[in-house]
């Protein structure tokens, strides 16, 4: 890759950020359509957030991305919001033109294309969707979900504040489809996720120093389902092998990865991402983490 005075960056703000494959992924899709950017990391939590994005604001950037602890943070420190990202309240993605800073967010895009590639046979409209976590890609996911017209969101985390807040938003601005569990209520935490068609831990737990962790005992899962992990590194979570012993269908976050990059090049670059290489990438990069 030839970086040069005209080299347009981009950097992904959020702390830790060593499990990421986003990088390669995104430099790799660069070269291959003839896009002069550049994509790194920058490791920041919410203190110096403000300072960071006033740096870029001044400096020869696309745009940057945006994950965890940021993605609601953020939104205080852009001048325009995409009409479905301000409903969902939280942006993985920003870009820069003529100065201005806009969010968007592709995760539940990204979501969504990969829930359709990977389960076609889940029928949105008559699914009940059981979601752990209710940080930045469990508003982006869920907000999705509730806008595609899913019959039934449960959702529960720890920080009863923002499992609130994202229940609110969800019947307030979507659809009265969302309602919160309380973690604490074992019993009836595992009903809730029994009688759910879909199984999704948006928390984290799982990867990096927590790989031996998972949030979602086996007993409370029931085969059949789909158990859904955001995490793509390691591609096969605690969680998510515990769910293929029982019998569950299992989804990693790899394609939801792959998709809300694709939208994310083509918000910053205004060309077509190319998908295939991608994709070859990023299974290249698993494969070479696994060996």
Same mark, same amino acid.
Not at 2 to 17: A, Q, R
Not at 200 to 226: A, C, F
């Given at each position: 890759?030839?970086?040069?005075?005209?080299?347009?960056?981009?950097?992904?703000?959020?702390?830790?950020?060593?499990?990421?494959?986003?990088?390669?992924?995104?430099?790799?899709? =660069?070269?291959?359509?003839?896009?002069?950017?550049? =994509? /790194?990391?920058?490791?920041?939590?919410?203190?110096?957030?403000?300072?960071?994005?006033?740096?870029?604001?001044?400096?020869? %950037?696309?745009? /940057?991305?945006?994950?965890?602890?940021?993605?609601?943070?953020?939104?205080?420190?852009?001048?325009?919001?995409?009409?479905?990202?301000?409903? +969902?309240?939280?942006?993985?993605?920003?870009?820069?033109?003529?100065?201005?800073?806009?969010?968007?967010?592709?995760?539940?895009?990204? /979501?969504?294309?990969?829930?359709?590639?990977?389960?076609?046979?889940?029928?949105?409209?008559?699914?009940? %969707? %059981? @979601?752990?976590?209710?940080?930045?890609?469990?508003?982006?996911? @869920?907000?999705?979900?509730a806008h595609k017209g899913a019959k039934k969101l449960i959702?529960?985390?720890? &920080?009863?504040?923002?499992?609130?807040?994202?229940?609110?938003?969800?019947?307030?601005?979507?659809?009265?489809?969302?309602e919160q569990v309380d973690i604490q209520d074992l019993e009836?935490?595992?009903?809730?996720?029994?009688?759910?068609?879909?199984?999704?831990?948006?928390?984290?737990?799982?990867?990096?120093?927590? =790989?031996?962790? &998972?949030?979602?005992?086996?007993?409370?899962?029931?085969?059949?389902?789909? @158990?859904?992990?955001?995490i793509y590194n390691p591609s096969k979570t605690r969680f998510?092998?515990?769910?293929?012993?029982?019998? @569950?269908?299992?989804?990693?976050?790899?394609? +939801?990865?792959?998709?809300?990059?694709?939208?994310?090049?083509?918000?910053?670059?205004?060309?077509?991402?190319?998908?295939? &290489?991608?994709?070859?990438?990023?299974?290249?990069?698993?494969?070479?983490?696994?060996?």
């Amino acid at each position: 890759m030839s970086i040069d005075i005209n080299t347009k960056m981009v950097t992904l703000l959020g702390k830790p950020l060593s499990q990421s494959y986003a990088a390669r992924m995104q430099n790799t899709a =660069y070269k291959a359509a003839g896009i002069n950017m550049l =994509y /790194f990391y920058t490791e920041v939590e919410n203190d110096f957030l403000p300072d960071v994005i006033n740096g870029i604001r001044h400096m020869n %950037f696309a745009g /940057f991305a945006v994950t965890k602890p940021n993605k609601e943070e953020v939104m205080k420190y852009v001048d325009e919001v995409d009409p479905l990202c301000e409903k +969902m309240n939280a942006s993985n993605t920003v870009v820069i033109k003529n100065g201005v800073l806009k969010a968007y967010n592709t995760d539940g895009i990204g /979501f969504y294309r990969a829930l359709k590639e990977e389960a076609p046979e889940i029928d949105i409209s008559d699914s009940v %969707f %059981f @979601c752990l976590g209710a940080g930045g890609a469990s508003r982006a996911i @869920c907000s999705v979900l509730a806008h595609k017209g899913a019959k039934k969101l449960i959702i529960a985390s720890r &920080t009863l504040s923002k499992v609130e807040k994202l229940v609110n938003d969800i019947n307030e601005k979507f659809a009265p489809i969302a309602e919160q569990v309380d973690i604490q209520d074992l019993e009836l935490l595992k009903e809730k996720i029994k009688s759910s068609d879909v199984v999704m831990n948006n928390t984290g737990l799982g990867m990096h120093v927590s =790989y031996d962790k &998972t949030p979602i005992p086996k007993e409370y899962l029931k085969k059949g389902q789909l @158990c859904f992990d955001a995490i793509y590194n390691p591609s096969k979570t605690r969680f998510l092998l515990e769910a293929e012993e029982v019998g @569950c269908k299992i989804m990693n976050g790899l394609g +939801m990865s792959l998709y809300q990059g694709a939208e994310q090049i083509e918000l910053w670059s205004g060309k077509n991402a190319p998908i295939e &290489t991608m994709r070859k990438e990023l299974m290249s990069i698993l494969s070479n983490e696994e060996n």
